[in-house]
């Protein structure tokens, strides 16, 4: 067989590049749902990418966050947060405002373009994942999700571990 990728032939399903490696899976699901994304919310005039309409989504629930919390919501870097938050920032979708309690602490609201940029993004992510889950059922789609919050908390368990034992 060949090694050259242009000719090599998959058995089954294409998206099985590897099969077992889980993360290979799983990064490529999120490269289709960030494909589909970025088209699907260009189509209805948003350029954000999901982890901005997740920012978006949490700034609009939780109005006034740090920037310290939000990156601890989300658990990642503040550094992270910020590439995230910039685009948002630079498309007057947020506005980063000094906290009257703390002058070092930014407190972040969605400007009146943010709050409509969240309802859309709200609006819109149910018929968006319904898309890309077409070929669940809804009780597949269902234990889908259970599945996925029950790795999660395993690997967020397994770093925590980890960062102790370092």
Request: proline fraction near 3%; avoid cysteine.
């Given at each position: 067989m060949s090694s050259d990728p242009k000719t090599l032939k998959t058995e089954g399903s294409p998206a099985?590049?590897?099969?077992?490696?889980?993360?290979?899976?799983?990064?490529?699901?999120?490269t289709l749902f960030g494909s589909h994304w970025q088209g699907w919310f260009?189509?209805?005039?948003?350029?954000?990418?999901?982890?901005q309409g997740g920012v978006l989504l949490l700034i609009g629930r939780y109005p006034g966050i740090s920037q310290i919390a939000l990156a601890r919501l989300l658990r990642i870097e503040a550094p992270t947060l910020i590439q995230s938050l910039a685009p948002l920032i630079e498309q007057k979708?947020?506005?980063?405002?000094r906290s009257t309690d703390d002058g070092r602490v930014y407190e972040l609201r969605?400007?009146?373009?943010?709050?409509?940029?969240?309802?859309?993004?709200?609006?819109?992510t149910p018929e968006?994942?319904?898309?890309?889950?077409?070929?669940?059922?809804?009780?597949?789609?269902?234990?889908?999700?259970?599945?996925?919050d029950k790795a999660i908390a395993g690997a967020e368990a397994a770093?925590?571990?980890?960062?102790?034992?370092?």
């Open positions: 099985v590049l590897l099969d077992g490696v889980v993360g290979i899976r799983i990064r490529r699901l999120q260009r189509a209805r005039s948003l350029a954000v990418t999901p982890v979708l947020v506005e980063r405002i969605l400007t009146k373009a943010g709050l409509h940029a969240a309802a859309l993004v709200e609006a819109s968006h994942e319904a898309d890309l889950l077409r070929n669940l059922s809804p009780e597949e789609r269902q234990t889908f999700l259970a599945l996925l770093i925590e571990e980890q960062d102790q034992a370092e």
